[in-house]
């Protein structure tokens, strides 16, 4: 670690990119969107100026989401994206090329890992080290990931939500999903176009699960007034919409998530599931925010203490920061 340098850590997600930096904590935190002029064949902006474009470009400029489902599907946008988000964290010029720790989900492929690690290098680095997300999150959940005993995390991130048993530094079982807060947003759109046949945006939805999206039934029921695009005549249509609707449509992705905690407790030596019986789940990502989700996975896995660790988005960038203290000795992560 030269004392000139610059270490960096990145949760390089499907919905938002975090950035932390060695002595000075998180530097940036942004939304994983590029908007690309496809005429000119150049991006003219990332981040939350990117996002803000999302469904209100004109024809020859997208706002897209480079990465999909927690791994790049567009190199150049990721690069392009990293590479702004970067200079824009630490300063244009670089002095001294930084050490990254880039996190992936723990079912990507080596070809996954080997798009990343280049993308890295390619945006600047100096060494590229790719990180299990789950230990990162746990890490920075403040679990005592080193322990031989068991403890449980559920990262629900943008794109992808992964369940893992940790023990000793190391991912005893796990399970990545494909589905996370993007598929609540999806079936939130789609529950309202089936049941009143109006048409709204992603970003719409996305605000209908922050506001009043509910997994859990309680006395809490708020409503809220959306826009949309009647399907029939082709008008916008305002809508009020109540929390317990939301609910009933969040419940398929909710319950998907159960039956991935189940799976993975059933896969653990039965020691380290009675650790995880008495110590509690720990709920970290995004999703974590949903209103009553904590509550929701606890009564269907007989009442294991179910908790939202404190500042869930960012667990996973400052489980990188933990880890840049000492790179040698952090077992999840191998150097390229």
Do not use: H, W
Request: aromatic share 4%.
């Amino acid at each position: 670690m030269g004392l000139f340098g610059k270490d960096i850590g990145i949760d390089l997600g499907t919905a938002n990119t975090i950035i932390y930096e060695r002595g000075k904590g998180i530097i940036l935190r942004e939304p994983s969107v590029v908007a690309a002029d496809e005429k000119k064949k150049e991006v003219i902006a990332v981040g939350e100026e990117a996002k803000r474009m999302v469904g209100r470009t004109p024809g020859t400029i997208s706002a897209v989401r480079p990465l999909k489902e927690g791994v790049i599907a567009d190199y150049k946008c990721t690069l392009q994206m990293l590479n702004r988000f970067i200079r824009k964290a630490v300063g244009k010029k670089l002095l001294i090329k930084p050490r990254l720790i880039i996190c992936v989900p723990a079912g990507v492929t080596q070809v996954e890992k080997k798009a990343v690690i280049e993308a890295g290098l390619e945006a600047g680095a100096k060494e590229v080290f790719i990180a299990e997300e789950s230990i990162m999150a746990a890490v920075g959940a403040g679990l005592p990931v080193l322990e031989p005993t068991g403890n449980m995390i559920v990262d629900i991130g943008g794109g992808t939500s992964e369940v893992a048993v940790i023990s000793m530094g190391k991912i005893v079982t796990s399970t990545t999903l494909r589905i996370a807060g993007n598929r609540f947003d999806e079936i939130i759109a789609q529950y309202i176009r089936k049941k009143y046949r109006l048409f709204i945006g992603m970003r719409t939805a996305e605000n209908i699960k922050i506001q009043i999206g509910n997994v859990f039934p309680s006395d809490y029921n708020d409503e809220m007034e959306i826009r949309g695009r009647n399907m029939t005549q082709g008008l916008p249509v305002n809508l009020t919409i109540t929390s317990d609707e939301i609910a009933e449509a969040m419940e398929e992705v909710a319950n998907e998530l159960l039956e991935a905690i189940r799976s993975t407790l059933e896969k653990t030596p039965p020691e380290l599931s009675a650790d995880v019986m008495t110590s509690g789940i720990y709920l970290t990502g995004g999703g974590a925010l949903i209103r009553g989700i904590d509550k929701f996975i606890s009564t269907r896995t007989g009442d294991i203490p179910v908790y939202i660790a404190e500042n869930p988005m960012d667990c996973v960038a400052m489980g990188t920061g933990m880890a840049l203290e000492n790179l040698d000795y952090l077992s999840g992560a191998t150097k390229r």
